[in-house]
């Protein structure tokens, strides 16, 4: 079965901290993986995509074990606003081709305090 | 920046009753979504759209369900007699070529079921 699983949570973490998020796929052929948020009662917002030799993009560090079928996302210096839910995706296409879905983890909540 | 538009926002209907949730998607993309999420839950995929035509549809996606994009900027999914368990937000997505894009969520229609 296709499945994403992510660390259960929530993240309870003061403003400064920083964070880690762990996800795990089980189909290993797939091909494409992002981080996305989720604020509540709103649509899922693209926040990277995962590279398979990691990438960067300001205070996000994302990073793809394809090997352990494992992507990862850390926040540092994190802010009240980066609280929301943060949600594992892979795109389902074994073959990497034009077409396929995505398939989310449940996500795994981030409450940032003052 | 590009949007994905849905309505209605909020969509009330009586159980057994039809309901058609409309959305336009970026106006160049090529590959379209509709996904829901039950509250609580995780984003599920339904059905994905390429060339006028179903790529790829999941088990929730049966017989009351259908998809259209009448007149090439609309994309609409229809429920034919809505059951309790349909109450659910609704989001439609689009993407560009290119897996490794991600796809961009409009802001949902939620449906309640009563």
């Known amino acids: 079965r296709k499945e994403v699983e992510q660390d259960p949570g929530p993240f309870n973490v003061p403003e400064g901290a920083t964070v880690a998020f762990n996800c795990t796929y089980s189909?290993?052929?797939?091909?494409?993986f992002f981080w996305y948020r989720q604020d509540c009662r709103k649509e899922p917002k693209l926040l990277m995509s995962?590279?398979?030799s990691g990438n960067e993009d300001g205070r996000f560090t994302a990073q793809l074990n394809r090997a352990s079928q494992y992507i990862s996302l850390l926040i540092r210096d994190s802010k009240l606003s980066d609280s929301a839910t943060y949600l594992c995706?892979?795109?389902?296409?074994?073959?990497?081709?034009?077409?396929?879905?995505?398939?989310f983890g449940k996500g795994t909540k981030l409450s940032v305090k003052p | 920046e590009p949007e994905v538009t849905q309505t209605p926002s909020h969509q009330v209907t009586q159980m057994g009753q039809e309901v058609i949730l409309r959305c336009v998607p970026i106006?160049?993309?090529?590959?379209f979504y509709w996904y829901r999420q039950i509250l609580g839950q995780k984003v599920e995929f339904l059905v994905s759209?390429?060339?006028?035509?179903?790529?790829?549809k999941s088990e929730i996606f049966d017989d009351q369900f259908s998809v259209e994009r009448p007149d090439g900027s609309n994309f609409t999914l229809k429920i034919r007699s809505t059951k309790l368990e349909d109450s659910a937000m609704y989001f439609c997505?689009?993407?560009?070529?290119?897996?490794?894009?991600?796809?961009?969520f409009g802001s949902g229609t939620r449906l309640t079921v009563v």
């Open positions: 997505a689009s993407r560009d070529r290119g897996v490794y894009n991600g796809y961009t």
């Open positions: 189909n290993s052929a797939s091909q494409s």
């Open positions: 995962v590279y398979s």
């Open positions: 995706v892979v795109n389902s296409r074994a073959d990497g081709g034009s077409q396929g879905n995505l398939i």
């Open positions: 106006s160049n993309h090529l590959y």
């Open positions: 759209f390429y060339n006028n035509e179903i790529s790829e």
